[in-house]
Nanobody, 121 residues
């Protein structure tokens, strides 16, 4: 079992930055690949970024490439999503998720409760 708690969301103007954090607790946190999903108004969940359990591989949704960066700190059992050059279409609830070992579009067994990000002037 893994528990995930997100923080760091808020309201930001277009072009601004936010850093989301996800604190992991439970058994063997290093076993899990960690992903960030977004649910925008009227849309399904979509994967934004993922980092493998080893931390050596990361993946990004096309619109996030070059603007977002995912990282993990094993000592703190925390995963971060640094979001720069934010756009209104980045608005949504961001969920931290976990699946065994490697990143993939499916199979995320654990989800946090989400943190709201709003990009607006």
């Amino acid at each position: 079992q893994v528990q995930l708690v997100e923080s760091g969301g808020g309201l930001v103007q277009p072009g601004g930055s936010l850093r989301l954090s996800c604190a992991l607790s439970g058994n063997t946190p290093d076993y899990y690949a960690m992903g960030w999903f977004r649910q925008s108004p009227g849309k399904e969940h979509e994967g934004v970024a993922c980092i493998s359990s080893s931390g050596t591989s990361s993946y990004y949704e096309d619109s996030a490439k070059g603007r977002f960066s995912i990282s993990r700190d094993r000592r703190k059992n925390t995963v971060y999503l640094q979001m720069n050059s934010l756009k209104p279409e980045d608005t949504g609830v961001y969920y931290c998720t976990a699946r065994p070992l490697d990143c993939a579009p499916w199979g995320y067994d654990y989800w946090g409760k989400g943190t709201q990000v709003a990009v607006s002037s």
